[in-house]
T-cell receptor, first 115, second 112 residues
Framework: DTGVSQNPRHKITKRGQNVTFRCDPI?????LYWYRQTLGQGPEFLTY????????KSRLLSDRFSAERPKGSFSTLEIQRTEQGDSAMYLC?????????????FGPGTRLTVL | SQQGEEDPQALSIQEGENATMNCSYK?????LQWYRQNSGRGLVHLIL?????REKHSGRLRVTLDTSKKSSSLLITASRAADTASYFC????????????FGKGITLSVRP
């Protein structure tokens, strides 16, 4: 399978705990995006990487959220001191700026439930 | 706030009928994309139309774009029960690092 993969697929945690999600983009895609989707809504942009550089962060991304892409390949999204309002589906997407640059390919998502 | 607004919010049709979904947006775009999402799963890219294009086809899909009206439509012909899903339009705003801005989606139900 050469698509975008995300782990874990589901995460249940207690309020106040830290969680970390991982995204493996399509090989050689240099752009990587994180989105968040709540029930009944479309995905909302969180942050964007070009290679290892984090180029943009949404105002939705509070200081409890941090994302990294250390070697320009996989990325992690960490949420510290989780709150019930963080419960959502976290989606990762990747694209290739050299090819069909505008098409973003999405992973299956990580569904977070904060109790 | 969300850029794209899809219409209708929900659509129920009989298998074999055509489904037409509309999307309106507010600001200048590089391109507009349509995605499908099955319940609780990731998004599947369907089709992309650039701002200088007016119509594109892909299999049973036909997308139109009217930049003067800031609107797009997605037509699925000869629908199948397997087309039952949520459909989202997403705009790649001019100068926005290619991040996508999604609407709330349209729930399509195709009755067998």
């Amino acid at each position: 399978d050469t698509g975008v993969s995300q782990n874990p697929r589901h995460k249940i945690t207690k309020r106040g705990q830290n969680v970390t999600f991982r995204c493996d983009p399509i090989s050689e895609h240099n752009r990587l995006y994180w989105y968040r989707q709540t029930l009944g809504q479309g995905p909302e942009f969180l942050t964007y990487f070009q290679n290892e550089a984090q180029l943009e962060k949404s105002r939705l991304l509070s200081d409890r959220f941090s994302a990294e892409r250390p070697k320009g390949s996989f990325s992690t999204l960490e949420i510290q001191r989780t709150e019930q309002g963080d419960s959502a589906m976290y989606l990762c997407a990747s694209s290739d700026s050299g090819g069909a640059a505008d098409t973003q390919y999405f992973g299956p998502g990580t569904r977070l439930t904060v109790l | 706030s969300q850029q794209g607004e899809e219409d209708p919010q929900a659509l129920s049709i009989q298998e074999g009928e055509n489904a037409t979904m509309n999307c309106s947006y507010k600001t200048s775009i590089n391109n507009l994309q349509w995605y499908r999402q099955n319940s609780g799963r990731g998004l599947v890219h369907l089709i992309l139309i650039r701002s200088n294009e007016r119509e594109k086809h892909s299999g049973r899909l036909r997308v139109t774009l009217d930049t003067s009206k800031k609107s797009s439509s997605l037509l699925i012909t000869a629908s199948r029960a397997a087309d039952t899903a949520s459909y989202f339009c997403a705009t790649d705003l001019y100068g926005a690092n290619s991040k996508l801005t999604f609407g709330k989606g349209i729930t399509l139900s195709v009755r067998p």
